[in-house]
């Protein structure tokens, strides 16, 4: 199988290194900056490229991995391109693509990061299509690098999309938070890292809402009003503190 990949960010750097491991052949890196396509392609043996006009039309299958709002623009620069295009984005729904004869999504559910290297057969892969026969292309490439593979339509995902906002985004916002406020007394983050890692761990055999901790689910007066009191200084802060306390007290 052959693939292209328009994109050189964090998301299309960990799909070309796990084709590229699942010896699937990537032919084409695009990037608007061709700098940035070619750190890319000469990791994984491929061909940079800042035109779409460019891409390989042999490619099997091209997935486009860009900012969400760009993703019909792209799609419209590749008509005249036959083969099957993808594009990787949760939020997006798969119409976006209907200027497309063969279209479908791609869609890896994780956070990534450039510098940090993860197991992608762990990756749970989303995926959409047109028709059944460009949901089995889709399959068939999934199924190379990773083995955790739904077939989820667009509003699922727009949902699946949202939940991982508030499962991932949220509490690494939260996280830092509580990083400047250690900082700001002299201790280091790694003193609660093993109280995160537990927190995680607790879900995978109970739900959230069953492992709730904390002095808000005891309605402990005593240490919110003491919390609160902490947080004078930071408005911003308080108010989320208030905000998600009052949501715990309500279960």
């Given at each position: 199988?052959?693939?292209?990949?328009?994109?050189?960010?964090?998301?299309?750097?960990?799909?070309?290194?796990?084709?590229?491991?699942?010896?699937?052949?990537?032919?084409?890196?695009?990037?608007?900056?061709?700098?940035?396509?070619k750190?890319?392609?000469?990791?994984?043996?491929?061909?940079?490229?800042?035109?779409?006009?460019?891409?390989?039309?042999?490619?099997?299958?091209?997935?486009?991995?860009?900012?969400?709002?760009?993703?019909?623009?792209?799609?419209?620069?590749?008509?005249g391109?036959?083969?099957?295009?993808?594009?990787?984005?949760?939020?997006?729904?798969?119409?976006?693509?209907?200027?497309?004869?063969?279209?479908?999504?791609?869609?890896?559910?994780?956070?990534?990061?450039?510098?940090?290297e993860?197991?992608?057969?762990?990756?749970?892969?989303?995926?959409?299509?047109?028709?059944?026969?460009?949901?089995?292309?889709?399959?068939?490439?999934?199924?190379?690098?990773?083995?955790?593979?739904?077939?989820v339509?667009?509003?699922?995902?727009?949902?699946?999309?949202?939940?991982?906002?508030?499962?991932?985004?949220?509490?690494?916002?939260?996280?830092?938070?509580?990083?400047?406020?250690?900082?700001?007394?002299?201790?280091?983050?790694?003193?609660?890292?093993?109280?995160?890692?537990?927190?995680?761990?607790k879900?995978?055999?109970?739900?959230?809402?069953?492992?709730?901790?904390?002095?808000?689910?005891?309605?402990?007066?005593?240490?919110?009003?003491?919390?609160?009191?902490?947080?004078?200084q930071?408005?911003?802060?308080?108010?989320?503190?208030?905000?998600?306390?009052?949501?715990?007290?309500?279960?």
């Amino acid at each position: 199988m052959r693939v292209s990949i328009i994109g050189s960010g964090n998301v299309a750097t960990h799909i070309a290194k796990a084709l590229k491991n699942a010896n699937v052949q990537v032919l084409n890196i695009w990037s608007y900056h061709i700098e940035n396509a070619k750190v890319l392609a000469d990791k994984i043996d491929a061909n940079a490229i800042n035109k779409i006009s460019q891409i390989n039309t042999n490619s099997d299958i091209v997935l486009i991995s860009v900012k969400d709002d760009v993703i019909p623009e792209i799609s419209s620069q590749l008509s005249g391109y036959k083969g099957l295009v993808a594009h990787t984005s949760g939020s997006v729904a798969l119409g976006a693509l209907a200027n497309q004869e063969n279209y479908g999504v791609f869609y890896p559910l994780q956070t990534f990061s450039k510098q940090k290297e993860l197991d992608f057969s762990n990756v749970p892969i989303c995926l959409e299509a047109n028709n059944t026969a460009n949901l089995n292309l889709l399959r068939k490439l999934a199924d190379l690098i990773s083995e955790k593979i739904y077939e989820v339509d667009s509003e699922q995902r727009k949902t699946l999309h949202l939940a991982a906002v508030f499962a991932c985004n949220f509490p690494n916002y939260l996280y830092g938070i509580a990083q400047q406020l250690l900082a700001q007394n002299q201790l280091d983050f790694d003193i609660i890292k093993p109280l995160i890692n537990e927190t995680a761990n607790k879900i995978q055999t109970a739900l959230p809402k069953e492992v709730q901790t904390g002095p808000a689910i005891r309605n402990d007066e005593l240490t919110l009003k003491k919390h609160e009191g902490m947080l004078q200084q930071h408005p911003e802060w308080l108010t989320i503190y208030k905000l998600l306390s009052e949501q715990i007290k309500k279960g």
